[in-house]
């Protein structure tokens, strides 16, 4: 599965922003898909991530309630809606995909990773 990331860029302090995945290589329907990010000095976070049926997506404390992630099977695309972001929602995003059933949260479970793009939240 090849991954393609677009979106990031510069937004002031409870802004929008909307990331996009494209997913190329391998029946959409049949994989997760997630987001993690990673901050400047920091391990990379597990953010949001939706399973193949499109049901009960999880996501991490610090973004639930502003984030929604979702995924449209017709597009092979899966997208990270980001309200009320905040400076500390700056990281390089990355998208992933898995065809496994283990869990959604777990950077290590994922197969498939695109290639990462760059949000800056000001204030």
């Known amino acids: 599965v090849q991954l393609q990331a677009s979106g990031g860029g510069l937004v002031q302090a409870g802004g929008s922003l909307r990331l996009s995945c494209a997913a190329s290589g391998r029946t959409f329907r049949s994989i997760d898909v997630g987001w993690f990010r990673q901050a400047p000095g920091k391990e990379r976070e597990f953010v949001a991530a939706m399973p193949r049926r499109g049901d009960r997506p999880k996501y991490a404390v610090s973004v639930m309630g502003r984030f929604t992630i979702s995924r449209d099977n017709a597009k092979d695309t899966w997208y990270l809606q980001m309200n009320r972001l905040k400076p500390e929602d700056t990281a390089v995003y990355y998208c992933?995909?898995?065809?496994?059933?283990?869990?959604?949260?777990?950077?290590?479970?994922?197969?498939?990773w695109g290639q990462g793009t760059e949000l800056t939240v000001f204030s």
């Open positions: 992933a995909a898995k065809a496994n059933s283990a869990d959604l949260s777990q950077g290590l479970n994922y197969d498939y």
